[in-house]
T-cell receptor, first 113, second 115 residues
Framework: ETGVTQTPRHLVMGMTNKKSLKCEQH?????MYWYKQSAKKPLELMFV???????ENNSVPSRFSPECPNSSHLFLHLHTLQPEDSALYLC????????????FGQGTRLTVV | DQQVKQNSPSLSVQEGRISILNCDYT??????FLWYKKYPAEGPTFLIS?????DKNEDGRFTVFLNKSAKHLSLHIVPSQPGDSAVYFC??????????????FGRGTQLTVWP
């Protein structure tokens, strides 16, 4: 139990579908992140939220739309994705301070067909 | 352009021996470094960290060494155990003077510890 929970664990969706990934943390952290891990690539930071405010969008296409209603929940809304978007999507959280470790969820394995 | 590099995709070590995982970085502004361990079908879990004001940090069987002049850090695991078999990610943060750290990850090294 890492304190960061992601659902669903696996998702298969068509290119015309709309789906959402959910992340919840019970660690009292104020910063939450979405990372993407593609095969043979390093973990890529997608979005950063600090105290519910988006502080970073790492040049992510608009077909990925994050939402952070409160410091404990983070969503990633997906629509009209491409097969190359198939990857492991990881949520993480940390304290709002710098130089602190991030705690990761187990990830959602997304396959776009 | 990758700022954190793990040039060895895999490492195989016999149980009881030392495992040494290496990581190089290019950004001199990085001031905090972390190692994460990842098992299949799980998210990365934090293992150990080191601040740039130190050159060594030890936690049980795990020791991280930092050589700032060479922009190099390494993770030593001794003695290695079969349960240590996992992918190890090196990560670095530059903080950028903000209140929110940002982690740059290497591609990972698959460690296999055999009996």
């Amino acid at each position: 139990e890492t304190g960061v929970t992601q659902t669903p664990r696996h998702l298969v969706m068509g290119m015309t579908n709309k789906k959402s990934l959910k992340c919840e943390q019970h660690l009292g952290h104020n910063a939450m992140y979405w990372y993407k891990q593609s095969a043979k690539k390093p973990l890529e930071l997608m979005f950063v939220y600090n105290f519910k405010e988006q502080t970073e969008n790492n040049s992510v296409p608009s077909r990925f739309s994050p939402e952070c209603p409160n410091s404990s929940h983070l969503f990633l809304h997906l629509h009209t994705l491409q097969p190359e978007d198939s990857a492991l999507y990881l949520c993480a959280s940390s304290r709002e301070d710098g130089n602190t470790e991030a705690f990761f969820g187990q990830g959602t394995r997304l396959t776009v067909v | 352009d990758q700022q954190v590099k793990q040039n060895s995709p895999s490492l195989s070590v016999q149980e009881g021996r030392i495992s040494i995982l290496n990581c190089d970085y290019t950004n001199s502004m990085f001031d905090y470094f972390l190692w994460y361990k990842k098992y299949p079908a799980e998210g990365p879990t934090f293992l150990i960290s080191i601040s740039s004001i130190k050159d060594k940090n030890e936690d049980g069987r795990f020791t991280v060494f930092l050589n700032k002049s060479a922009k190099h850090l390494s993770l030593h695991i001794v003695p290695s155990q079969p349960g240590d078999s996992a992918v190890y990610f090196c990560a670095a943060s530059d903080d950028r003077g903000s209140t929110l750290g940002r982690l740059y990850f290497g591609r990972g090294t698959q460690l296999t510890v055999w009996p």
